[in-house]
């Protein structure tokens, strides 16, 4: 069974930074993406980080340039870096995986973790 359980939320004010960590455990035969989404209060979750098996990470413009996502597969966790915290950054951080669980199961497969609340204070 596919466990993410994000860590590293909390409060800071604008400015700070924050590094948020989601640790994988259980198997996944393949993952395709993996990324980091924001879910503002009373606001769809959005992505703001993801990154593929192979090429560059991909950013929202809201934090391009702010945020960095970063994966270690030796250790089976996905991170967030998070610098220069805006106000607007504020919501809960949910870790997410994309991929196929067994190598009989053709179809993706989106696993998430429980989320992470950052406040940021102005």
């Known amino acids: 069974q596919v466990q993410l359980v994000e860590s590293g939320g909390g409060l800071v004010q604008a400015g700070g930074s924050l590094r948020l960590s989601c640790a994988v455990s259980?198997?996944?035969?393949?993952?395709?993406?993996m990324g980091w989404y924001h879910q503002a209060p009373g606001k769809q979750r959005e992505v703001v980080a993801s990154?593929?098996?192979?090429?560059?990470?991909n950013y929202a413009d809201s934090v391009r340039g702010r945020f960095t996502i970063s994966r270690d597969n030796a250790k089976n966790t996905l991170s967030l870096e998070m610098n220069s915290l805006k106000p607007e950054d504020t919501g809960v951080y949910y870790c997410?995986?994309?991929?196929?669980?067994?190598?009989?199961?053709?179809?993706?497969?989106?696993?998430w973790g429980q989320g992470t609340q950052v406040t940021v204070s102005s």
């Open positions: 997410h995986i994309r991929g196929r669980p067994t190598p009989g199961e053709l179809s993706e497969y989106n696993f």
């Open positions: 259980g198997s996944i035969f393949r993952i395709n993406a």
């Open positions: 990154i593929r098996d192979s090429g560059p990470a």
